[in-house]
């Protein structure tokens, strides 16, 4: 019995908030419209950094998990640069060279370095066009430290690099963007003008992003040339090298990364109390750097949500407390046929909840088709964690019952008779 009895209740506040949505539409979609455009915010960014988190852990996993990165400079959120030698201390350190990425492949501990510049440039294939796509300098034997396969034809060859040779690997997205249904393999594309033979088709398991030291994963059109050549015929500086380096697989990556750093600062003649001019930066370290940044969207997102929410918890009180006024005789006649104050102020919550998650599933459907539109027609792979849809519900239904205990508690408070006397 108590069970149906909370059914009827709920079930009547549902009603009753409907037929306060119809009779007072502007006042009920201010209402609705500041639920819906928190939990639109709330959902179309969770859709996205729920997309861009399992990416990048792909990303960082397709190198393996002992590989490690060395840079110039450092990496970090709380390094800050404004173009002065003193905030930007960095800029003294020494390039790496393609002879200290030679001498840390002859390490012991080491299995595999790969030397990396990244750009981007203009493809072209006959009347087909990628402007701003990206390419990558790599040395040979690249993927035994970066991840991914080659899918059809070949990777390019240690001579090929050594030579300069136009030879570009291109990933799975461009050879649909350039070519469609037709084989790329030993057809030539221009890369900023200049003629290149498709020798190869890579795929990577990553999906956005990439590692700092690989564009090569994505669903953005890439392309992998030879360092060689892409220094020889297209401008690449040596000054933005980086290397990810591969340990073996009896090694602990401390240990090698021990003795790239005694080999590194052995070779640039680093006194033992100077600190190190380059710097090295694991997959953990980047998870914790990625993490830092993408910290700062989050408090983006429950700022402009906590916004959207406070608009509609005021649409609230404004129209709960309209229909408390409205509906005065109504309450003095339950009363007095016997509903109590608990049943009262139950009804009028139900209402209010019920105005608040009308509003969250309009943001939810919103945030929902633009996070598919995003993840259809954007390298950004978004897509709303179910969590997400929970937490949305559930907070515009807390929002609807604390703005909505006010004119709740004031409906069950109304003397019968005083309420059956209201004009």
């Known amino acids: 019995m108590r069970l149906s009895s909370l059914l009827f209740n709920v079930g009547e506040g549902v009603g009753i908030a409907f037929d306060a949505i119809r009779s007072n539409k502007v006042r009920a979609a201010l209402t609705i419209l500041g639920v819906a455009v928190g939990v639109f915010v709330v959902v179309t960014l969770?859709?996205?950094v729920h997309g861009i988190n399992a990416s990048v852990a792909k990303d960082l996993e397709s190198a393996g998990p002992t590989s490690f990165y060395m840079y110039r400079r450092p990496i970090s959120l709380t390094t800050i640069c404004d173009g002065t030698d003193e905030t930007c201390t960095w800029r003294r350190n020494p390039p790496i060279t393609l002879s200290e990425a030679a001498r840390i492949s002859s390490l012991p501990e080491i299995a595999a370095v790969t030397s990396h510049i990244g750009a981007g440039a203009k493809f072209?294939?006959?009347d087909k066009e990628i402007s701003g796509g990206g390419l990558d300098g790599y040395s040979a034997g690249w993927l035994e430290a970066d991840g991914g396969d080659i899918i059809a034809g070949r990777d390019f060859t240690y001579a090929e690099n050594t030579t300069g040779a136009n030879v570009v690997v291109i990933n799975d997205k461009m050879?649909?963007?350039?070519?469609?249904e037709s084989d790329p393999l030993d057809k030539h594309i221009e890369i900023d003008g200049k003629p290149f033979m498709v020798i190869g088709i890579h795929h990577n398991v990553g999906s956005f992003l990439g590692k700092p030291t690989s564009s090569a994963a994505g669903s953005d059109p890439k392309a992998m040339i030879p360092i060689e050549a892409g220094r020889r015929h297209l401008g690449f500086l040596?000054?933005?090298l980086d290397?990810?380096?591969k340990p073996h697989s009896t090694v602990p990556r401390d240990q090698a990364i021990d003795a790239v750093t005694a080999l590194i600062r052995g070779q640039r003649g680093l006194r033992p109390s100077a600190p190190d001019n380059f710097a090295i930066i694991t997959s953990d370290g980047l998870m914790e750097i990625y993490d830092g940044f993408?910290?700062?969207f989050f408090v983006i997102m429950i700022a402009l949500s906590a916004v959207g929410l406070m608009v509609g918890g005021v649409g609230v009180v404004a129209i709960m407390m309209i229909s408390v006024t409205e509906r005065t005789r109504e309450i003095g006649v339950r009363k007095a046929l016997g509903a109590t104050r608990k049943t009262i102020l139950w009804q009028f919550l139900v209402e209010a909840a019920t105005l608040t998650c009308v509003g969250a599933s309009i943001g939810l459907?919103?945030?929902s088709a633009v996070a598919?539109?995003?993840n259809r027609f954007t390298p950004v792979p978004a897509s709303t964690p179910p969590l997400a849809i929970v937490a949305a519900l559930g907070v515009s239904a807390v929002t609807g019952i604390v703005f909505g205990m006010l004119p709740a508690a004031r409906a069950s408070r109304l003397d019968p008779v005083e309420a059956l006397r209201y004009e």
């Open 46 to 48: 969770s859709a996205a």
């Open 294 to 296: 993408f910290g700062v």
């Open 238 to 240: 040596l000054r933005r």
């Open 372 to 374: 598919f539109l995003v």
């Open 243 to 245: 290397l990810t380096i």
């Open 365 to 367: 459907v919103a945030g």
């Open 124 to 126: 072209k294939y006959k």
């Open 175 to 180: 050879a649909t963007r350039l070519f469609g």
